[in-house]
């Protein structure tokens, strides 16, 4: 029969780490600190201190095995709409100079999303079938709050449709509660209709406009 030396059986898995429990040396833990999951091994008797802060490890401990900061998906939103949503909103010039507010043209989809960290960034994605009713330069833009993200463009004919894509990103830095992401029909040059999920003349032809909103972590 093989023989076990005990002396080499050392470490003592003890799952997330608690702060209310004492750890003596050689016990294994799973920590979060600034978003970023790690293992680490006690190598002092503890209590109540926790393994790491701001990616420093305590003196009570070391890593075992230390997780890659950035990249981390810490949250998801969507939302989807086939309704026909329509903007006459006549913004004058191919140059957005007039009538290019967060209240100006139609909202198409809007999502509310809470940041989760303060080193953080939202990635937005939007994807849509638009047509315009005239000869028209025809826009839709993204808004963070009443700022303009990005916008995207179409030069129409009368009867053109097509896709209309955008996207994005806004550092949480400074964000504080819950924020307002939404794209906006804001309509043509001239006051030409501009349709999203129609033809040119309004039928509906049951497509859908999407927006994505990430929080990936820095």
């Known amino acids: 029969m093989a023989s076990v030396d005990l002396g080499r059986i050392k470490l003592k898995w003890q799952g997330t780490y608690s702060g209310g429990t004492a750890y003596t040396p050689d016990d294994v833990v799973y920590y979060v600190d600034n978003n970023i999951g790690s293992s680490y091994i006690c190598v002092t008797a503890s209590t109540g201190n926790a393994p790491s802060s701001g990616g420093t490890a305590h003196s ?12 981390n998906t810490l949250q998801s939103k969507y939302a989807r709409t086939n309704s026909v949503i329509s903007s006459s909103n006549n913004y004058n010039d191919k140059y957005y100079g007039n009538n290019y507010g967060s209240s100006n043209g139609t909202q198409i989809l809007s999502i509310t999303i809470t940041p989760q960290s303060s080193t953080s960034h939202f990635q937005i994605w939007y994807s ?91």
């Open 128 to 218: 849509g079938d638009h047509a315009c009713g005239g000869n028209a330069h025809a826009s839709s833009a993204i808004f963070h709050g009443s700022t303009r993200v990005t916008t995207t463009c179409t030069n129409n004919y009368a009867g053109d449709a097509g896709g209309m894509h955008m996207s994005a990103w806004i550092d949480t830095t400074g964000l504080s509660g819950s924020q307002t992401i939404q794209v906006r029909n804001m309509g043509s040059q001239n006051g030409s209709t501009q349709y999203v999920n129609s033809d040119h003349s309004g039928n509906n032809k049951n497509t859908y406009a999407y927006l994505q909103v990430h929080e990936i972590e820095d």
């Open 60 to 71: 009570s401990w070391n890593y075992l095995a230390k997780g890659m900061g950035g990249g």
